[in-house]
């Protein structure tokens, strides 16, 4: 099948050249001139592991192009995805949807015959009422379909999870439109893929239903570690307590330092603003979106009381600095409100992330960056690691320490065990566990 992405952001890159690999013939179409330029070129606008290979392999293979010229892309394809971005407003926290209305509009004006338009990018409950009165307006003479098709795509695991995903979500509202969307996922659905099947409405619901719920997960275990913390229990034995009731399930139960991302703070946002707008509050999602932004700055507190209650003039070392590992996002990471806090209370920071200081560097102004882990915290008073990279998962603790101007160890990401961090003669203060102190001159 032709198939056209509009749009080579994240979601529109990984999705067509997984679409590719499937064996369809896919043209990723994008306004950035200097975007599809690289992407000619063989040089990815994001790191996403294994996406390199892939589209490498499927332009090699002639079945995978990147133009700028969005008619002539779409002018023999069944189906054309629309992924562009829809960005939180500025004021009002809304979906801008303005990018899906233009592309869907342009899709229209150039469509050469029947086609089956579908909206990747997240967007509100009723934006595929809006988009089809749009390309209706624009285009009587042609039948056009419009579906939703969500993803549920985590970065740095994009492709895993484009590949074996945990079900397909549809909402569309014609036979034809359902057939299409079956030829195209035909290749999962050899797998015995669960299919859903919606409406419209549904489908673009359930995207923000999933989001918002995973951001309560999460949400919900750091308000029990801040618990354990209060009360000297172990978050990670509650959330493996409570993870193995398969109701409840073990996922996304990690404690840290408040969700970050382009998705989940965005997302539940939106979704918090269509329920006011339709009389439907969601209060739960309310109060995370709260919780979750006062806990990123709380981080910062938290240093700052591991460090004995003043960072004034002191050096502090934070490892990690993306909202997750294997991606080099920053959009709404922690560190960047925790650098912020660790500022205003006088210390002065320096940084390390294996792949996010370039996008760090402008968003964190004031702040020096190391080359390496052991660079970083050297003559540190503190170090705290921000973001679980693997990387960090196995300092020589030794090291650290004796490079450490004052052996304190912040784990935001409890990817240490108190023990074995202590044993180094390390003050150490992770999330909702307790430290167990084990005397230092019996185990160095
Ligand atoms: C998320 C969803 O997981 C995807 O299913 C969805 O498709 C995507 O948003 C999207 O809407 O495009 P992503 O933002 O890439 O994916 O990353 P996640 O792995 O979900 O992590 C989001 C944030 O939650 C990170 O800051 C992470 O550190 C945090 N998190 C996650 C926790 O603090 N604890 C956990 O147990 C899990």
Redesign the pocket.
């Known amino acids: 099948m032709r198939i056209a992405m509009i749009g080579s952001g994240y ?1 529109g890159l990984v999705s067509g050249a997984c679409f590719s690999d499937f064996g369809h013939t896919v043209t990723c179409v994008d306004l950035d001139e200097g975007k599809i330029a690289a992407l000619k070129a063989g040089i990815m606008p994001i790191f996403e592991p294994g996406l390199k290979e892939m589209v490498d392999k499927n332009v090699r293979e002639a079945r995978l192009s990147f133009s700028t010229d969005l008619p002539t892309s779409i002018a023999d394809a069944e189906a054309v995805f629309i992924a562009v971005g829809t960005p939180s407003r500025h004021g009002d926290g809304h979906a801008d949807l303005s990018y899906v209305y233009a592309a869907a509009a342009e899709v229209a004006r150039a469509a050469t015959g029947p086609l089956v338009v579908i909206t990747k990018s ?1 967007v509100p409950v009723g934006t595929g009422d809006e988009v089809e009165r749009i390309v209706r307006e624009v285009r009587r003479d042609v039948t056009i379909d419009v579906v939703s098709n969500p ?6 695991a994009a492709i895993e ?1 484009f590949k074996r995903p945990d079900r397909v979500v549809v909402g569309a509202e014609s036979e034809r439109a359902k057939m299409v969307m079956a030829a195209i996922y035909r290749p999962l659905s050899l797998n015995s893929l669960p299919m859903v099947y919606v409406s419209r409405r549904t489908s673009e619901l359930i ?1 923000y239903a ?2 918002a719920f ?1 951001a309560v997960k ?1 949400t919900f ?1 750091n308000e029990i570690a801040d618990l354990c913390e209060a009360t000297g229990a172990n978050v990670q034995e509650v959330a493996r307590g409570i993870g193995l009731d398969k109701r409840i399930g073990a ?6 330092p ?7 703070p965005k ?1 539940t946002l939106a979704l918090v603003k269509t329920g006011q707008d339709h009389g439907a509050p969601l209060r739960i999602v309310e109060t995370v979106v709260s919780v979750n932004d006062q806990r990123k700055r709380a981080m910062g507190r938290k240093i700052i009381a591991a460090c004995g209650g003043s960072v004034r003039g002191k050096t502090i070392a934070i490892l990690g600095l993306t ?2 590992p294997n991606t080099d996002d920053m959009r709404e990471a ?1 560190s960047l409100a925790i650098v912020t806090a660790l500022q205003d209370a006088g210390a002065i920071v320096r940084g390390y992330d294996p792949e996010g200081m370039a996008q760090a560097k402008p968003l964190l102004p004031g702040m020096t960056f190391a080359a390496n882990a052991y660079e970083c915290v050297t003559g540190a008073d503190a170090v705290a690691i921000v973001t679980e990279w693997d990387e960090f998962r196995a300092l020589d603790l030794r090291r650290i320490k004796t490079l450490l101007a004052s052996p304190v160890l912040v784990d935001l990401r409890n990817i240490y065990l108190p023990e074995e961090v202590t044993r180094y003669g390390l003050t150490y203060a992770s999330i909702g566990r307790p430290v167990r102190e084990t005397p230092v001159a019996a185990l160095v």
Request: net charge neutral.
């Open positions: 979601v997240t993803e549920f795509l985590r970065e740095g999870d995207k999933a989001n995973l999460i275990i996922k996304f139960l990690h404690a840290g408040g969700y970050g991302g382009s998705c989940f997302d909202f997750k922690p």
